[in-house]
C-alpha cells in the first residue's frame, strides 16, 4: 500500500513566517521518501510521531462510572471488582480506539484483570482481533501475581472484622488460588505463540512486587533473559509500596531485582513514584524503562514523580496514560503536554527540552513495547504518524507563532486529523476507519448496564470493606 502525504509541515523545518512543507511518501509500511512538497498546501498539517502510551490497562471504561473515583490506589484498585464481565473483544475494541483517537500508535496493554468469561488465552485472541482491526501496534502484558490479594499483608488483618456473608463476597473477587510460577510463564508463552503479529507482541506482566512472589519474579527474570520477552511491572507508585518494600526488602527492593536478574534494558518499571537517587541510577545503569503516569499519580493520590532526577540520572524515561489521563478520556497529546510541564524543569533552568521530551518519550515507549523504530519522521521508519490541523491548533490566528509552541501549549485529541500505523490510515478527524467506535463504546455500555446486577453482592458489601483497608494502611503503613 503508498500513499503520498502531500504538503505537510515538520517541527524545526523552516520559521513561522516561511514555513516549508513536504510531501511524505508512505511505502510498505515505511517512509519510502521525504521531498519539498510539490504544490502548495490545501490545509495547514502538522505531522509528528504519534504518542507511544507505554502503560495502560486496556480498560473498557473509566473506573469513575463504577464507583472508583478520589480513592488512594490500594482502595481504587479493590473496587474494581464492581466491575462485570463483557465480551472482551468490545471492551478492547472500544480502550484501544480511545487511544488512538488521543494521538497513540503503540500502546502497551496490562491486563490486570480478565474481562470476559472465556479462557485468558481466549481473550488475549480477542484483543488482539480488536488491535487488528483498530490498526494501532499493542503490546499485551498478561498479568502475573501470586501474593497479597486483598492488602500488602494478611487478609485478615483488613477483613477480619467484616460480616462474615460480606467478607466472603469480596474474598469471591480476589481471593482465587493463581497457577505455579511455571503455569504462568507457560500460559504467557501459549498466548505469545498463538496471538503474536506484526502489530502484536505478548509481554511477561508481573503486577508488582507487592504482588509477585520471589519464586514467581525469580522464574520471570529467567524466562525473559531465556526468551527474549519484555517484562512489564508495577514499581514504587504509592507510599505504601514505598514503606512495604522497605519493610520486606531492608537490602533495597531494586537492588533485589537487580541481583535476581529482572533489572534489564528487556524491563519496564511503571510510575517509580517513590524511586530513590540510589535507585534511579541502578535504573539507569541497568538500561531499564521508568514509565511515568502523571494524571493517573494525580487521580490515584500517589504522588509527583523524580522524572526530572531520573532524566538528569541518565534513565530511559517513557509516559504512559494508564487508563486514567487527566480528563479520563486517554487523551496522550494531553499527557505529553502535563509530563513536560512536571518534569521539564522549572525557571531558567530546563531539565529536557520540549523537542528532546517528545522524540525520547517517542522513542523509549516504543522501545518499551517491542515497537520497531524510534518514531522519527524519516526515511526507513515505519510509517507511523500522526498529522495534526494547524488551523485548528491556531485558533486565533493573530501572527506566526512556533508550532512547538502551539503543540506544547494546547494539543489535545481534538487537533488529530489522521493517524497512519504501519502506512495504514487508522483514524481521521476524530473518528477511526476500521470499525464504528460509537456503535461498539454504545453496545460495551448496554452490556455493563445490564451485567452490572450480577455485582449487587460486592457493591453491597463495599462499605463494609473499604475502612478496613483504610485502617490497614494508615495503622501498618502510616506514609503521611
Known sequence: MSTTLAAVQLLGAGTPEAPACFDIALDGGKIAAITPASAPPQRRLLAIPPVANAHDH????????????GKPLESWILRLGAIPSIDPYLGAAAAFGRAVRGGCGSIMAHCTRLNGPMSPLEEARAMAKAAGDIGARVTLAMFMRDRN????????????????EARAEIEKVFCNPMPSPREQIARVDEMAAACEG??????????????????????????SARTGRRVHIHLLETPYQRQWADQNYPGGVVRHLRDIGLLSPRLALAHCVHARPEELDMIAEAGATIVTNASSNLH????IAPIGEAIRRGCRVAIGVDASAFDEDDDALREMRLAHFLHGG???????????????????GRFANGAPGTGAIAVGEPADLLLLDLD????DALMPVEPLDLLFSRVNASHVHQLYVAGREIARDGRLTGVDHAAIQNEL???????????????????LCEPGIATFYKERMGCC
Do not use: H
Open 198 to 223: 506484526p502489530l502484536f507482541s505478548v509481554q511477561y506482566g508481573p503486577n508488582g512486587v507487592q504482588w509477585c512472589s520471589d519464586e514467581l519474579l525469580e522464574a520471570i527474570a529467567e524466562a
Open 445 to 463: 455500555r448496554a452490556q455493563f448496564r445490564a451485567r452490572l446486577p450480577q455485582k449487587a453482592g460486592f457493591i453491597g458489601a463495599w462499605p
Open 149 to 164: 490479594p486483598i492488602v500488602y499483608g494478611p487478609t485478615d488483618a483488613a477483613l477480619g472484622d467484616m460480616p462474615g
Open 392 to 395: 485548528r491548533l491556531d485558533r
Open 58 to 69: 486496556a480498560r473498557p471504561l473509566s473506573p469513575t462510572s463504577f464507583g472508583a473515583a
Open 346 to 364: 522549572w525557571g531558567f533552568d530546563e531539565t529536557i527540552s520540549r523537542e528532546t521530551f517528545m522524540e525520547t518519550i517517542v522513542a523509549n
Open 300 to 303: 490515584l493520590r500517589s504522588g
